[in-house]
Structure formats: structure tokens, C-alpha cells
């Protein structure tokens, strides 16, 4: 048995952040992680194996659609899936591997094996049970069941197994055009599948800003994509390793089915947090199975704190990791603190798309007066020469005051044009602040001040 001020249970992005904040303000602290690796779903078989497919595929979209357009001449390269399989395998070894050195360099015990809480200030691990004045739970979320679907991780895929199915799928079917569908989608469409996504609502990516969401749909369906919208998926049955999916569409009843010899169930995910013990500790829970905590992390039973995907709020991994910041802040007697009004979400898709914010429906809503000022990257050099001219950036600003209340952008880079708007929203800054900002030329963050000129007399390239 050894005694800790803080045990975090689960080592993803949210365990693991606050795990070595937690030894960098002083604190003996350990991390409890049953995976072989750390980095939890994100860097295992989540944001990272599927950016390192979505960067290959990507090269090889490049290679057929523009290479030829900018004198690139030759032999089309064909596709080694085994090989693309161990590059990406590769990339999340490197990254799991620097979480451990993150750790010994900080002196963050890793605790292996699965933990549970037989009573606050304990948790046991294996046979083995340790003291801990303070106990963070972060265990993350798995992908949600679908009532008629039942997942094989073969034929019939989470995300988990979209990641390394045995072959490219002539047909891929993905349930739910959420941010997984659309980016494991696109993977799979660059690599030559006929890929039809079924989405219950009537529009992609429901709650996402509208403008985007138009412009978006029109951008997947000329790459390939062919949407079924409003229908909702009554099961899948597989034969023979084929799978048929059948759906009901919400507007008249009608039922159809649509083969293919893959399908991705992406419909959502749920809090993990089975085997904790919770239920016998007494710590209450949210009807949607997530850990109920107070304005500072911390549980109904003192001295446990909950963050992450198993609490309430978008289930990104960088929310956990801020969460994972301002809880150790909390535990070394600081002030943690999360601003969820500046939590950025990116789909890294070609084009990416990249929120921030409010989104005109919100401020509609609200019946808040705002402005919106648009700026097309067709009017970007550097997003012309690289044949990357759809989308734009939209700021949205109060119509009084000026300030920045949200940021929506398709285009180039946009999961990283994002930030410098989180930046200054994060200062409480207007428009024109931003907009009297230098931008070096040519970069596409020039697109994303004359987004906010276009907030006041006007954008110069529109
Ligand atoms: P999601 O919540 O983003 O989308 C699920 C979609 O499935 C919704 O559009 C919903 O209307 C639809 N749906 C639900 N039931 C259905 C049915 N019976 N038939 C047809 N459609 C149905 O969920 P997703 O894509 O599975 O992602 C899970 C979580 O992981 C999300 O919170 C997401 O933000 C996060 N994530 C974030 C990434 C990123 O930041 N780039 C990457 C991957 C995941």
C-alpha cells in the first residue's frame, strides 16, 4: 500500500494533464490506467490513429485530384492498408510512449490495472489497495449502443474498429453524421469506398452553426458522399459478412435498406464509469449516467472529483485536459477555472471546420442583437494556390459592443485559425481589435481578419 495526496483514475487526456499538473504544484500523485498505454481513447483509438489515417488519405486525395493540376506528373501511388496500418500504428506508440516519459519526468506514479473505490480516501487496483487524500475519476466515455445494431468491431464497427478494419470496404455505411461519421468517412471515401452516411436529424452535424453546415453538405456530397437525412436506423443484419441496414425515414414512415460490407455506428458516446463502485459510495449521478459534481470538480462524496467525458459537457479531449488543469489547481489550494464559454471544436476533415462560441441560432434564441461579418476563402491568395478556396470565416460579434461572441470557420487550417479567435475572445476583445491586427501575407489567417473587417466598414478582398 502507498499513500498519495491525489490518485487520478484513468490516464487519457483528462487523467493524465491532471496527473503531471497535479506533480507540478507540488503534489505526490499517482495515475491509475488498465490499458497497456497511456493516453486513454484520444491517443489509443480515437483523435489520434484517426488523424494520422485522415493525414495519408488526405496526400492521397492530393496526388489524384491536384497534383497533375500543378505539373506533378507520374504513376498514381496504389495503397498498402498493412503499411498505412503500422505508420499510424507508429504514431500512437510515439505519442503513448511520451505520455510515460511525461510521467517519470515528473515523477507521476503509474498505477497498473483497473481501479475502484472501496471508500473515499482508498482506491484498489489489482489486490493492492492505496491511500489517497484526494481521488479525480476521469475513465472517459465508450461509443453508445444503438437499439437493433449489433457492433462485431468486424463488419459492424464503433470507432474503435473503423480504425483498423481488415480491408477497405468496397461500401461503408456510417450511422450518424456527427464528427466521427464525417472524419472516418472522408478516410475511407479517399481511399475509394462508396460511403453513404444515415443521420436521424435533418442536417449534418446537428448544432452546429447553419452556414457551415450548408456549405459543408454541399462540400462532402461533390467529394462523394451520399447523405440519407431524417431517417432513423432501425437495425442492421449481417450475412455472410455483408450488412444490410435498414432505416425508417421520419417524415412518412417509408422503410428502405442500403447494403454494405462495412457499417460505423456513430451515434453518440457515454459516460464510462462502471466498476468504480460508485453506487455503493453513494455518488450521485445525472440521469444520462454522467458523475454529478459541484463548481469545483468535486463529487457528492468529499474528497472524490469527477472530470472529463464522464461529466457533464462536450466530450472533447481538450475540455478533460482543462478540467484535469483546473482540478489539480483546485486540489494545490489555487483557483482552477474553465471558461466553457471558449471551447473550440474542430472536425478534421478537408476542408476542417472549426467553432467557437455562439452560433447565430443560440443568439437567436436568446434574442441577443449581433452581427456578422463573412469573408469567402475564395478571396485568399494562399487558400487559391493550394486549391483550398471553399468555406470562409464568420465572426460574430454583439451588435452594440462589438465584442467577438463566436467564430465559424470552413476552410484551410481552420482547426488551427480557430485559436487566435479563442485568444481574443478569452480577452474580452472586439472585432475590430482583431481586425486591427497585422496579419502576415500570404496566410490563411488573413481570411480570418478580413472576416472581422467585414464586422465593421468592410473586408478588402470581397
Ligand atoms: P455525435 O454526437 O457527434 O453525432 C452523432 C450523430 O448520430 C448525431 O448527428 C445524431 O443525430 C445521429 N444519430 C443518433 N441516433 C441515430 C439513429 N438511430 N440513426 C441515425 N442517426 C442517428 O457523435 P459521434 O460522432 O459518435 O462522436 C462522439 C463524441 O466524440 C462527440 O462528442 C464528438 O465531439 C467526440 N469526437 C470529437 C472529435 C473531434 O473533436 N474532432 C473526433 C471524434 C469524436
Redesign the pocket.
Given at each position: 500500500m502507498a499513500s498519495f495526496d491525489v490518485i487520478v483514475i484513468g490516464g487519457g487526456p483528462g487523467g493524465y494533464v491532471c496527473a503531471i499538473h497535479c506533480a507540478q504544484l507540488g503534489l505526490k500523485v499517482a495515475c491509475v490506467e488498465g490499458r497497456e498505454t497511456l493516453g486513454g481513447t484520444c491517443l489509443n483509438v480515437?483523435?489520434i490513429p484517426s488523424k494520422a489515417l485522415l493525414n495519408s488519405t488526405h496526400h492521397l486525395h492530393e496526388v489524384h485530384e491536384n497534383f497533375e493540376k500543378m505539373g506533378l506528373m507520374g504513376a498514381n501511388p496504389t495503397v498498402d492498408w498493412s503499411k498505412m496500418q503500422a505508420y499510424k500504428q507508429d504514431v500512437v506508440d510515439g505519442n503513448t510512449k511520451g505520455i510515460e516519459f511525461l510521467f517519470k519526468k515528473n515523477k507521476v506514479t503509474w498505477l497498473k490495472g483497473w481501479g475502484s473505490i472501496p471508500e473515499a480516501g482508498k482506491v484498489k487496483v489489482g489486490d493492492e489497495v492505496h491511500e489517497a487524500k484526494n481521488i479525480v475519476i476521469s475513465t472517459g466515455s465508450v461509443a453508445a449502443s444503438?437499439p437493433g445494431v449489433e457492433v462485431d468491431e468486424k463488419v459492424v464497427v464503433t470507432s474503435t474498429g473503423a480504425l483498423s478494419l481488415d480491408k477497405i470496404p468496397d461500401s461503408l455505411v456510417v450511422?450518424?453524421?456527427?464528427?466521427?461519421?464525417l472524419?472516418m468517412g472522408s478516410v475511407y471515401k479517399r481511399l475509394g469506398a462508396k460511403v453513404t452516411v444515415?443521420?436521424?436529424?435533418d442536417k449534418i452535424l446537428?448544432g452546429t452553426d447553419g452556414d457551415t453546415v450548408k456549405a459543408f453538405q454541399k462540400i462532402l456530397t461533390k467529394q462523394g458522399f451520399e447523405f440519407v437525412l431524417g431517417?432513423?436506423?432501425q437495425g442492421v443484419d449481417v450475412t455472410d459478412g455483408k450488412a444490410t441496414v435498414r432505416y425508417k425515414m421520419n417524415k412518412d414512415g417509408k422503410e428502405a435498406s442500403i447494403e454494405a460490407d462495412a457499417v460505423l455506428v456513430?451515434?453518440?458516446?457515454q459516460p464510462f464509469t462502471e466498476g468504480l463502485g460508485l453506487e455503493a459510495l453513494g455518488v450521485e449521478m445525472l440521469p444520462r449516467g454522467q458523475i454529478k459534481t459541484d463548481d469545483h470538480f468535486q463529487t457528492s462524496v468529499k474528497g472524490i472529483y469527477a472530470i472529463g467525458d464522464c461529466i457533464p459537457g462536450?466530450?472533447?479531449a481538450h475540455k478533460a485536459e482543462d478540467e484535469g488543469m483546473a482540478v489539480a489547481e483546485i486540489l494545490a489550494g489555487k483557483h482552477g477555472h474553465v471558461n466553457y464559454g471558449v471551447i473550440p471544436?474542430?472536425?478534421?476533415t478537408t476542408p476542417e471546420v472549426a467553432a467557437v462560441g455562439y452560433t447565430e441560432e443560440m443568439l437567436k434564441e436568446e434574442g441577443r442583437a449581433y452581427k456578422v461579418g463573412k469573408f469567402p476563402f475564395m478571396g485568399n491568395a494562399r487558400a487559391k494556390a493550394v486549391f483550398q478556396a471553399d468555406g470562409f470565416v464568420k465572426i460574430i460579434v454583439d451588435k452594440e459592443t462589438d465584442r467577438i461572441l463566436g467564430c465559424h470557420i470552413i476552410g484551410p487550417a481552420a482547426g488551427d485559425l480557430i485559436h487566435e479567435v479563442c485568444v481574443a475572445m478569452e480577452f474580452g476583445a472586439s472585432a475590430q481589435d482583431l481586425a486591427l491586427t497585422c496579419h502576415a501575407h500570404p496566410t490563411f489567417s488573413e481570411a480570418v481578419r478580413e472576416a472581422a473587417l467585414a464586422c465593421g466598414d468592410g473586408a478588402i478582398h470581397a
Amino acid at each position: 500500500m502507498a499513500s498519495f495526496d491525489v490518485i487520478v483514475i484513468g490516464g487519457g487526456p483528462g487523467g493524465y494533464v491532471c496527473a503531471i499538473h497535479c506533480a507540478q504544484l507540488g503534489l505526490k500523485v499517482a495515475c491509475v490506467e488498465g490499458r497497456e498505454t497511456l493516453g486513454g481513447t484520444c491517443l489509443n483509438v480515437g483523435c489520434i490513429p484517426s488523424k494520422a489515417l485522415l493525414n495519408s488519405t488526405h496526400h492521397l486525395h492530393e496526388v489524384h485530384e491536384n497534383f497533375e493540376k500543378m505539373g506533378l506528373m507520374g504513376a498514381n501511388p496504389t495503397v498498402d492498408w498493412s503499411k498505412m496500418q503500422a505508420y499510424k500504428q507508429d504514431v500512437v506508440d510515439g505519442n503513448t510512449k511520451g505520455i510515460e516519459f511525461l510521467f517519470k519526468k515528473n515523477k507521476v506514479t503509474w498505477l497498473k490495472g483497473w481501479g475502484s473505490i472501496p471508500e473515499a480516501g482508498k482506491v484498489k487496483v489489482g489486490d493492492e489497495v492505496h491511500e489517497a487524500k484526494n481521488i479525480v475519476i476521469s475513465t472517459g466515455s465508450v461509443a453508445a449502443s444503438l437499439p437493433g445494431v449489433e457492433v462485431d468491431e468486424k463488419v459492424v464497427v464503433t470507432s474503435t474498429g473503423a480504425l483498423s478494419l481488415d480491408k477497405i470496404p468496397d461500401s461503408l455505411v456510417v450511422i450518424g453524421a456527427g464528427v466521427i461519421g464525417l472524419e472516418m468517412g472522408s478516410v475511407y471515401k479517399r481511399l475509394g469506398a462508396k460511403v453513404t452516411v444515415v443521420e436521424f436529424q435533418d442536417k449534418i452535424l446537428p448544432g452546429t452553426d447553419g452556414d457551415t453546415v450548408k456549405a459543408f453538405q454541399k462540400i462532402l456530397t461533390k467529394q462523394g458522399f451520399e447523405f440519407v437525412l431524417g431517417a432513423a436506423v432501425q437495425g442492421v443484419d449481417v450475412t455472410d459478412g455483408k450488412a444490410t441496414v435498414r432505416y425508417k425515414m421520419n417524415k412518412d414512415g417509408k422503410e428502405a435498406s442500403i447494403e454494405a460490407d462495412a457499417v460505423l455506428v456513430s451515434t453518440g458516446r457515454q459516460p464510462f464509469t462502471e466498476g468504480l463502485g460508485l453506487e455503493a459510495l453513494g455518488v450521485e449521478m445525472l440521469p444520462r449516467g454522467q458523475i454529478k459534481t459541484d463548481d469545483h470538480f468535486q463529487t457528492s462524496v468529499k474528497g472524490i472529483y469527477a472530470i472529463g467525458d464522464c461529466i457533464p459537457g462536450a466530450m472533447l479531449a481538450h475540455k478533460a485536459e482543462d478540467e484535469g488543469m483546473a482540478v489539480a489547481e483546485i486540489l494545490a489550494g489555487k483557483h482552477g477555472h474553465v471558461n466553457y464559454g471558449v471551447i473550440p471544436g474542430v472536425i478534421y476533415t478537408t476542408p476542417e471546420v472549426a467553432a467557437v462560441g455562439y452560433t447565430e441560432e443560440m443568439l437567436k434564441e436568446e434574442g441577443r442583437a449581433y452581427k456578422v461579418g463573412k469573408f469567402p476563402f475564395m478571396g485568399n491568395a494562399r487558400a487559391k494556390a493550394v486549391f483550398q478556396a471553399d468555406g470562409f470565416v464568420k465572426i460574430i460579434v454583439d451588435k452594440e459592443t462589438d465584442r467577438i461572441l463566436g467564430c465559424h470557420i470552413i476552410g484551410p487550417a481552420a482547426g488551427d485559425l480557430i485559436h487566435e479567435v479563442c485568444v481574443a475572445m478569452e480577452f474580452g476583445a472586439s472585432a475590430q481589435d482583431l481586425a486591427l491586427t497585422c496579419h502576415a501575407h500570404p496566410t490563411f489567417s488573413e481570411a480570418v481578419r478580413e472576416a472581422a473587417l467585414a464586422c465593421g466598414d468592410g473586408a478588402i478582398h470581397a
